[in-house]
């Protein structure tokens, strides 16, 4: 067969395979069996050198003029397959698409989880107790007199049964002593609850992150260590620290942590009321009567303690003013985490 009718051939080979209604896939592969790099057409550009001399120029065109009728043929095809589609469906593929709103992390759950990664680093382990608390739990295990303040009406949620909704995450420390013996080494996030007038600065729920080490010879020098690196690591690398006596039922001696503050970076401003210090929190060593009142050898054993408001930390971090914003679940609030 000479090669010129063999590109006759062709063309009626090619004009079958469309006319046999294939698939758009099925259309893919004929372009590439025709016009692919090892297609069919290439294969006989190839042969143009066993035309005779004379004939090698029309040949040329005419394989050439097989090439375009073939684009062409599936170009035209595969349009009006498209365009089938679409009108069979009712899509119109120019129309600009949906645009579905992604949920975010609420920003309490990613300060929580900043906290988390850093202390999981230091070597904390992570414990949880529950909401509602036993008075003894919350109060008398941790060294609170039967008349502190704390435990007034005021400030606590009594349940008609005599329980309460902790008011701190301090209880969950009991509840780990209780369950494990030392070396205990853990943070203990979670909610807590206060019957407090709300305002910009308080809430009747938030969220704390308890800390908790207990070994032998543990030092109030390692509390500041590690409580310095978790705020260099959350707040950056210039943030400085000081420890104000204070005090707490559960420990002695006791202190609250404050940070020099990120907006004036201590020079005094509006948000730290002109002292250039926020306070995060609160910490110390275990009081003797702790270890007592979970069975521990308080002559054997030391620790430390603290204890973060994980909104307090936010609001520092983001420059938050007003702590219900947390709360009211607002998408233009949420949307900017
Ligand atoms: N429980 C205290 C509070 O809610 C915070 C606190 C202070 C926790 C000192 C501690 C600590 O573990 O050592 O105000």
Redo the contacts with the bound molecule.
């Keep these: 067969m000479s090669l010129f009718t063999k590109v006759d051939e062709l063309r009626s080979e090619f004009k079958q395979a469309l006319a046999s209604s294939p698939a758009l896939s099925d259309l893919e592969q004929i372009r590439q069996q025709y016009l692919g790099r090892k297609g069919v057409l290439n294969d006989l550009f190839k042969q143009i050198k066993d035309v005779e001399p004379s004939r090698k120029g029309e040949f040329g065109n005419l394989v050439n003029q097989l090439k375009q009728e073939i684009q062409d043929g599936v170009d035209t095809l595969s349009s009006k397959m498209v365009k089938g589609t679409e009108a069979s469906s009712g899509l119109d593929v120019s129309l600009p698409g949906v645009h579905y709103q992604r949920g975010s992390l609420h920003p309490i759950e990613q300060t929580m989880r900043d906290m988390k990664r850093i202390f999981h680093r230091l070597g904390f382990a992570v414990a949880e107790g529950p909401e509602i608390e036993t008075q003894w739990h919350n109060f008398d295990a941790l060294n609170f007199p039967p008349e502190h303040p704390a435990r007034d009406m005021q400030d606590t949620f009594f349940l008609n049964n005599g329980s309460v909704l902790r008011?701190?995450?301090?209880p969950v420390?009991i509840r780990l002593m209780l369950a494990e013996q030392p070396p205990i080494r853990s943070i203990m996030p979670g909610r807590?609850y206060r019957n407090e007038a709300i305002d910009a600065g308080h809430y009747c729920l938030f969220h704390?992150i308890?800390?908790?080490y207990v070994d032998e010879n543990v030092t109030l020098g390692e509390l500041k260590a590690t409580l310095e690196l978790f705020c260099r690591e959350y707040f950056g690398a210039d943030v400085k620290l000081r420890f104000r006596p204070s005090f707490?039922p559960?420990?002695e001696p006791?202190n609250e942590v404050d940070v020099t503050c990120f907006l004036c970076r201590g020079k005094g401003c509006r948000v730290c009321k002109q002292t250039g210090w926020l306070e995060i929190?609160?910490?110390?060593m275990v009081d003797p009567n702790v270890f007592r009142s979970v069975n521990y050898d308080s002559e054997k054993y030391t620790g430390y303690?603290?204890?973060m408001g994980v909104e307090r930390i936010a609001m520092l971090k983001y420059g938050i003013n007003d702590i219900r914003l947390f709360f009211e679940n607002d998408v233009r609030f949420l949307k900017q985490f």
């Design positions: 008011t701190h995450t301090s420390q807590v704390q308890e800390g908790l707490f559960f420990t006791s929190g609160g910490c110390g303690a603290f204890g």
